[in-house]
């Protein structure tokens, strides 16, 4: 998987060539993160990138010459081309596994009033927002997609890492886990996990999963038992 990223902050991204699983998987070549500064590809002699908003009102608006010339330089037969905006679709764990199947993603980071509209009519194939928040700018959305979508490219998490049983309790929140030391200051670890017997601890965690959903998420909850008759 191909993630192209456009933005006037490219440094941004070198983190996540460097640190953590994205970087494993960075480096064994399952996926290729390049960014892209906008810059680069301005016509304009001091490289400005925004402009004026038309019909007036505060702040500015990124202009469609540097960004139509970006993804026409980066955009190949499979590619899709995705704008992070709080106006976007909502991202959830159902959209990632989707945005996992594709081979090359373009990703535009929006800033200021955000982007000039015929770009988005135009040039974009999806629109995702990553909450009902606003970010300065469009780059940590970014990030998140480019860490929640790797994690579903085939040999990215190893088998001790919890892609598994997190499908496996899909719909609902994980249930509640522990380390060593069993006796914590006096708080104890619940018994049937130290039991060893694999058919309890498994009816315990979907209880448990449950019993979580219910508590913090009754949206959730609801959900799960609606999808389950
Ligand atoms: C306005 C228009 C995405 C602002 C487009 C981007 C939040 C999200 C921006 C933009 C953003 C989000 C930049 N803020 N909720 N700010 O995913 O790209």
């Not at 995705?82 to 596994?97: A, E, H, L, R, T």
């Not at 249930?175 to 104890?188: E, I, L, Q």
């Amino acid at each position: 998987m191909r993630f192209d990223i456009i933005t006037i902050f490219p440094e941004f991204f070198y983190a996540l060539n460097d640190y953590g699983v994205v970087g494993k998987a960075v480096e064994s070549g399952k996926i290729k993160i390049n960014p892209v500064n906008l810059r680069d590809y301005s016509q304009d002699k001091h490289k400005k990138v925004d402009d004026e908003i038309y019909g007036g009102g505060p702040g500015m608006l990124m202009s469609p010459q540097p960004i139509c010339d970006a993804i026409d330089d980066l955009k190949s037969e499979n590619s899709k081309t995705i704008f992070m905006s709080p106006q976007g679709k909502n991202m959830d764990n159902d959209m990632v596994i989707e945005l996992s199947s594709f081979e090359h993603l373009i990703i535009l980071c929006g800033h200021y009033e955000g982007v000039d509209q015929r770009i988005i009519d135009n040039y974009i194939d999806m629109e995702i927002s990553i909450g009902d928040y606003i970010l300065t700018g469009g780059e940590i959305p970014a990030m998140a997609l480019i860490d929640s979508v790797s994690r579903f490219i085939p040999g990215v998490l190893g088998n001790s890492d919890s892609a598994v049983s997190d499908s496996l309790y899909n719909d609902l929140l994980k249930y509640s886990v522990y380390t060593r030391p069993a006796d914590f200051r006096g708080m104890k670890v619940p018994e049937i996990l130290l039991s060893g017997n694999h058919k309890l601890i498994e009816e315990w965690r979907m209880e448990n999963s449950l019993e979580n959903t219910k508590n913090k998420r009754p949206d959730l909850y609801e959900k799960y038992l609606k999808n389950k008759v």
